[in-house]
């Protein structure tokens, strides 16, 4: 076996997107990548990303990372779900479950049999017939349990913790294994005139390093992909025109944490609550063009509750992203590379996507201006595009699937026209109460039918097998579920008590 | 909340009463109790390569249960056997062959071409065994396929669709009516029956008599991708084995693939006519006698078109490399399963059926594309033909990033599993490209993976039997 030379990574910028990505290289990567991180003590972390995916889970597993460790580090609860409320209209609230309806009957999703006694008036709300969605709302968690073929298995979790620890954990994890740390600010990027690779970087003060492959984790700001090497922009922002945040934490309130986290639609976006175990994170994503700073501060005061532990803080962005993620030798992660808003906690699934993929594809030979490393580019851009464009449609859909009229920002969002791709699995929907299907990416059947339904966005027809079941025999099957269900997540532990038996648990194992 | 359920379709003409058709009738009227569904007769069509197939691929084994079809009932009715894995003789040279294994690949990292599959070893050394649900068991890696006598198989289902209720099946097809609107209002038997329908499922073959009354569409042409154009058919019941191995053996005008099955061999030629005369290609594969037939490899652009469902060589002509066109078909007909229609047209959702159906036929196409990539050929103007190819986006990606890295792309709708891709990459002699999380194992970590691979082959071979007895045992094992 040949010896192969280290490729040595320089990751610019130590947020979550960066310092996940050091950990996730030395780890995984050891001697194949050489990780050296430069982070810049003035550069705040953005963070709004409180709140995660399942997906993270995967991603801090295969580090080898103790869940209960990390979650003390982060003061991190669990989550089930997302509550959203007021979206379809003001007054709804709908829970949007990491888990599934009820079961398939005779291959017919779920779903095509409640809307068959829904119309008939013998079904309770699609949320009774999940198991995630009752827990969240008895504020009750449980680990899943194994077996595919009980409900106990029916959903899954993510966490909702505190992003300004999740990065330096993970920073002392990636140290740990052999990263590398400098801490300066950037002033220059120098790059090869003939190529326009991108040879080294020089801080203030004039140290100077070069490296192989750049990860411009450096924020919004994109120092390497989108200042140094221009890479234009896609905007989005007349789907998504929400543009900036006012984020401020309050006290925890006393009594059960929610395992879930709440989007709240307001007149120019929406709020998020996001309940950790020491504090409550609040936040307010607007469109600047419909609403004043001043008046966003004061909406976001007069929803949030609980002593405010902190001045409210404004957070700047636009929908969309650079029209290649990985240009050269420079792979844009995180923010730098695109950014959708976290309505459905997407910032750091997006950020370790990116990581998992540069990975899969990481150029163990060096990094050539074309050849192997073109493949590599290409694929990597293939799959990071799906998945932004995926989540796109899926977000803009909380915005159009309404029927508000009480304020500009909803008259335009609910006549904007959008993306022929999601016009088409609207239209679908409504005809059929069929979910365009992919097996790849985020949010499969039960979250777009979660979504349609809790906006008020029935179908007309659903498929005709829902019909064949004795009516009697379909709501007794129904109702067996609801009840089954219910039993399940009365059964729990309170998600305070699962907190406290986890910490004990920690503390007796230490 | 308004709405209601979809009028379920109340008639259902299927012409074709070969397997694709009766799959059909059977699935259909399984899924809608309350529909008629009317079985419609065309001359039998030896081009028909999916209603021919007297083997499946694993896949199937889903599909029969889906369907009411158990294994049991293949083996005691229709003289069923098993199969693990396919040789590949003179593939990529003389005197080499590689098995193509059914079930799991080795775990990434090890090298298929040097540590066969479990089920190749199986083969290799005619042990048999049904593999078991728990993953922990080494055997589970295993998966098997069933080779059948095509008429008892046929004779099979003939018999399931009646007990189900479907009707019809004795009358030849005449003529199908278009109703005006771009698809067909009824078909008229050859004794003047006429037979309306809210679905018409068209499982008769390469001519797809009753698509072909509907206003032309475009057609995939899939010529410049598949070298083969002609397929000889032919029956050996003297050549008689009873293995779990088939074969495909590379011949210098073209490809020969026998199935040993308890009825004998079940013989295909598959060569291309631009290499010369058909007569001298077949002399030339050693064959005495047997049926030549011509397709057109390619498919409809769109299967489902109007109310008309294109199913089998209807809707796709290939190559029976693998035996993968009766497969492609089951699969088609579960993904239409799930796009059920109701009485009233729904365009978007035939077009969401059309685009996946599309997918899942261009994977096909690829994976018996990937056995004409192997950098060594067999001698021979075929195989010199062959070198010409070209091969699709899709195909090259997947290429370069195995060969790149070891690494198989994700493509939506590929009813080819992961590890069935991995050991055809094997049987063309490609290496894995070295993935960078195996090339940040230490080398001795790199080594263990194949050793750790090895011992759980040698430990199942252990728990499985000699096929002949096993198959001895069956009726007692299984009563």
Same mark, same amino acid.
């Given at each position: ?76 609860? @669990? ?136 990860? =411009? ?162 694929? @990597? ?29 909803? =008259? ?31 949010? @499969? ?66 | ?72 009932? &293949? ?6 056997? *098993? ?55 080494? &055997? ?32 030849? &097809? ?51 991708? &598949? ?40 013989? *295909? ?52 490399? *693998? ?47 990937? *056995? ?108």
């Amino acid at each position: 076996m040949t010896q192969r030379k280290p490729v040595r990574v320089m990751v610019v910028g130590g947020g979550t997107a960066g310092w996940s990505a050091a950990a996730a290289l030395a780890r995984l990567l050891p001697g194949v990548a050489e990780v050296h991180v430069i982070e810049s003590a003035d550069v705040g972390i953005v963070g709004v990303g409180e709140a995660t995916l399942p997906h993270v889970r995967q991603f801090v597993q295969q580090l080898g990372i103790d869940e209960a460790d990390f979650m003390r580090a982060t003061h991190a609860t @669990f989550k089930l779900g997302i509550d959203f409320r007021n979206f379809g209209r003001i007054g709804d609230s709908y829970i949007h479950p990491f888990g599934t309806f009820g079961r398939e009957v005779a291959h017919v999703p779920f779903h095509h049999y409640w809307l068959q006694c829904r119309a008939r008036g013998v079904a309770a709300d699609i949320g009774h017939y999940s198991l995630a969605v009752q827990a969240a709302r008895a504020g009750r968690f449980a680990v899943p349990r194994d077996d595919d073929l009980s409900l106990g298995s029916s959903y899954g979790y993510a966490y909702q913790f505190d992003a300004g620890l999740f990065g330096p954990y993970l920073g002392t994890f990636a140290l740990q294994h052999g990263a590398r740390r400098t801490e300066g600010t950037i002033e220059s990027v120098q790059r090869d005139p003939l190529t326009g690779t991108v040879v080294s970087v020089t801080l203030a003060g004039g140290a100077q390093f070069s490296a192989d492959l750049f990860i =411009d984790c450096s924020g919004f700001r994109s120092l390497l992909l989108g200042e140094a090497l221009d890479e234009p922009w896609e905007d989005w922002s007349h789907w998504l025109p929400c543009d900036r945040a006012i984020a401020m934490p309050t006290a925890s309130p006393a009594g059960e944490i929610e395992p879930y986290t709440r989007a709240t639609a307001l007149g120019a976006g929406w709020a998020w609550r996001i309940p950790l175990q020491h504090r409550v994170g609040n936040g307010y994503v607007y469109a600047s063009a419909f609403l004043e700073d001043d008046a966003a501060v004061a909406a976001l005061r007069q929803t949030v509750q609980g002593k405010a532990l902190a001045e409210p803080r404004q957070l700047r962005f636009r929908a969309g992203r650079r029209r290649n993620s990985w240009v050269g030798n420079v792979v844009a992660i995180g923010l730098s590379s695109g950014f959708l808003e976290p309505l459905e906690s997407t910032s750091i699934y997006l950020s370790h996507m990116a990581i998992t993929r540069l990975i899969d594809l990481f150029p163990i030979d060096g990094v050539q201006p074309s050849g192997a490393a073109e493949a590599s580019r290409r694929e @990597f851009n293939r799959l990071v595009d799906m998945e932004y464009d995926r989540i796109r449609d899926f977000l803009i859909l909380h915005y159009h699937a309404t029927t508000r009229d009480d304020s500009p920002f909803w =008259d335009h969002v609910r006549t904007m026209t959008v993306p022929d791709s999601l016009a088409e699995k609207m239209a679908l929907w409504r005809r059929t109460g069929r979910i365009a299907k992919y097996g790849e990416g985020l949010f @499969f059947e039960p979250s777009w039918v979660a979504v349609y339904l809790g906006q008020n966005v029935a179908p007309e027809r659903w498929d005709s097998r829902a019909a064949l079941p004795q009516a009697s025999a379909l709501e007794g099957a129904l109702a067996r579920l609801e009840r089954e269900i219910a039993g399940l997540a009365s059964a729990m532990p309170g998600h305070r008590q699962f907190l406290t038996m986890q910490a004990a648990r920690l503390a007796n194992a230490g | 909340m308004p709405g209601s359920a979809r009028d379920a379709l109340r008639t259902i003409v299927v012409a074709g009463t070969g397997p694709v058709g009766l799959a059909a009738a059977i699935a259909l009227r399984r899924a809608l109790p309350s529909s008629m569904v009317t079985l419609v007769r065309t001359p039998d069509d030896p081009a028909a390569l999916a209603d021919s197939a007297a083997t499946f691929l694993p896949q199937t084994n889903a599909f029969h249960d889906r369907l009411g079809i158990d294994e049991k009932g &293949l083996i005691l009715r229709c003289g069923a056997s *098993h199969r693990l894995a396919l040789a590949f003789a003179g593939w990529t040279g003389p005197d080499h062959t590689t098995l193509q294994a059914y079930g799991a690949a080795p775990p990434d990292g090890v090298d298929p071409r040097a540590n066969p599959a479990m089920a190749a070893t199986l083969a290799a050394a005619e042990r048999f065994a049904i593999a078991p649900d728990d993953p922990a068991l080494p &055997l589970s890696d295993i998966d098997h396929a069933l080779r059948v006598n095509p008429e008892a198989y046929r004779n099979h289902l003939a018999a399931l669709a009646r007990h189900l209720g479907v009707v019809g099946g004795d009358r030849l &097809l005449r003529a199908a009516v278009p109703d005006g609107k771009g698809g067909l209002a009824e078909v008229v038997l050859e004794d003047g029956t006429r037979i309306g329908g809210d679905l018409f499922v068209d499982g008769s073959g390469p001519a797809a008599r009753l698509a072909s009354a509907l206003p032309l569409q475009d057609r995939e042409d899939w010529s410049g991708q &598949l070298p083969c154009d002609r397929v000889l058919v032919a029956r050996q019941e003297d050549q008689f084995r009873l293995t779990t191995m088939d074969e495909v053996a590379a011949m210098t005008t073209g490809w020969r693939a026998s199935s040993f099955g308890r009825d004998g061999c079940h013989a *295909h030629f598959a060569f291309q006519s631009d290499c010369g005369p058909d007569e001298a290609a077949v002399g030339a594969a050693g064959f005495e006698s047997g049926t030549l037939v011509a397709i057109a490899p390619g498919r409809r652009a769109q299967a489902w078109q109007a109310n008309v469902l294109c199913l089998g060589d209807a809707a796709a002509q290939f190559e029976p490399l *693998h035996w993968m066109n009766l497969s492609l078909a089951h699969a088609q007909m579960a993904l239409f399963l799930e796009h059920l229609p109701g009485r009233e047209d729904e365009p978007l959702e035939r077009a969401e059926y059309n685009r996946r159906a599309g997918a899942m036929a261009d994977r096909v196409r690829d994976f018996i594309a990937l *056995h004409y990539c192997a950098k060594h050929r067999p001698e021979g103007r075929f195989w010199a033909q062959v070198a010409t190819l070209e091969r699709s986006d899709s195909l090259a990606l997947t290429l370069a990033e195995y060969s790149g890295r070891g690494r198989l792309p994700y493509f939506e709708d590929d009813m080819v599993s992961r590890d069935a891709w991995k050991l055809a990459m094997a049987t063309i002699g490609l290496a894995p490209g070295m993935a960078p999380r195996i090339a940040a194992l230490p080398v001795a970590s790199q080594a263990a993976l194949a050793d750790q691979h090895k011992a759980r082959v040698a430990a199942a071979l252990r728990q499985a039997i000699p096929y002949p007895q096993w198959l001895a045992a069956y009726p007692k094992a299984f009563p």
